[in-house]
């Protein structure tokens, strides 16, 4: 079982990414898959959930700005991220919970002009 995460960068304010997780040794649509991040000197923090029958939720600080998504077909979930803020920089790791839980090295998104 792995899950690796792809997408992160540097974005100026206001602008856009996508990051896609991409899970082997499962079949993602069957399990909760999240998205997490972690700030310099803070806890790592849950941003945002799919769960297996597609039901979604979201940190306050990000509704209305970021999706999370799949597609099954690439056994992948994203995170559109839009109108981001310097606050949204952080390592972004995907956690899949199967009888286990499972994280990515995580991506970096650094956004700043």
């Known amino acids: 079982v792995q899950v690796v995460e792809s997408g992160g960068g540097l974005v100026q304010p206001g602008g856009s990414l996508r990051l896609s997780c991409t899970a082997s040794?499962?079949?993602?649509?069957?399990?909760?898959m999240s998205w997490y991040r972690q700030a310099p000197g803070k806890e790592r923090e849950l941003v945002a959930a799919?769960?297996?029958?597609?039901?979604?939720n979201y940190a306050d600080s990000v509704k209305g700005r970021f999706t999370i998504s799949r597609d099954n077909a690439k056994n992948t979930v994203y995170l559109q991220m839009n109108s981001l803020k310097p606050e949204d920089t952080a390592v972004y790791y995907c956690?899949?919970?199967?009888?286990?839980?499972?994280w990515g090295q995580g991506t970096q998104v650094t956004v700043s002009s």
């Open positions: 956690n899949a919970l199967l009888s286990n839980t499972y």
């Open positions: 799919i769960s297996g029958i597609a039901t979604t």
């Open positions: 040794g499962f079949t993602l649509n069957r399990y909760r």
